[in-house]
């Protein structure tokens, strides 16, 4: 069984925009903690944005006012509005779901390629 699985990746030009999207299983996702991680070739995978079960959100200040993460416990889905890329947003992204008792779920990941 795929826990978590991930959408919506591809290529795009500098100053584009793509919306990521992730579906999970139930009983992980509505109650825990859930976001977006990004490894780029050569570094180290980082937090994107998370966001609580009840909504509340964080962004890494590289992404802060161009992303958007929100949730949808009913339909156990997490999305990622991305805006104003940058080659630099160039990286696999990645959807966690943190979860207290059985550790952090991770999707497969998708590939997002933004041109200069």
């Known amino acids: ?13 500098a100053g584009g925009s793509l919306r990521l999207s992730c579906v999970a299983i139930r ?19 980082e937090l994107v944005a998370r966001i609580t079960s009840d909504g509340t959100p964080m962004y890494a200040d590289s992404v802060r006012g161009r992303f958007t993460i929100s949730r949808d416990n ?32 991770w999707g497969q990941g998708t590939q997002v390629t933004v041109s200069s």
């Open 1 to 13: 069984q795929v826990e978590v699985a991930e959408s919506g990746g591809g290529l795009v030009q």
């Open 74 to 105: 009913a339909k156990n889905t997490l999305s990622l509005q991305m805006n104003s890329l940058k080659p630099e947003d160039t990286a696999v992204y990645y959807c966690a779901v943190n979860t207290e008792l059985s550790g952090t779920y």
């Open 27 to 45: 009983r992980i996702f509505s109650t825990n903690v859930a976001g977006w991680f990004r490894q780029a070739p050569g570094k180290q995978r």
